[in-house]
């Protein structure tokens, strides 16, 4: 079903604990917090639509295949680390629970303007592990390759400087 058409948007993505300072969490992460919570509460301030992602897994994720080639419990849902940043939620802006690497969903969505928002710090030690067992940056997200194909007019994927 497709969702309303939805002119300006910003895509925060995986802004979790665990990716900040948590098991997967750097310096680097902790530093871009101000500058995110930047760009949501411009968002925000105009009254534009903010989605935000999820990384989700379950108690056994050391058994799944991800767990098991990337053995950092991580984003366990309930958790403290599965939430999102303090200060960085919007009230009742939507939340999408990603339950593995990117979202497929986004052909339901009729974008027209995107901004995307990645906390990529972590993601060089991360993109190595994944690179033993085949999985390239390509796919790590690729929710945006979705994203990108969904929108009409305008789509940029912004890495905040630390």
Known sequence: MMKDNIAKTLIVVDMQNDFIDGSLGTAEAVQIVDKVKAKIDEYKNRGDKIIYTRDTHQDNYLSTNEGKHLPVVHCI???????????????????????????????????????????????????????????DESSMFPEMEHIMSSVNQNCIIQEPDI
């Open 77 to 135: 849902e309930g958790t403290q680390g599965w939430e999102i940043r303090d200060g960085l939620y919007v009230e009742g802006s939507e939340i999408i629970n990603k339950p593995a690497f990117g979202y497929t969903g986004w052909a339901d969505y009729d974008f027209e303007d995107v901004e995307i928002i990645v906390e990529s710090a972590n993601k060089p030690a991360i993109l190595e592990e994944l690179k033993t067992i085949g999985i």
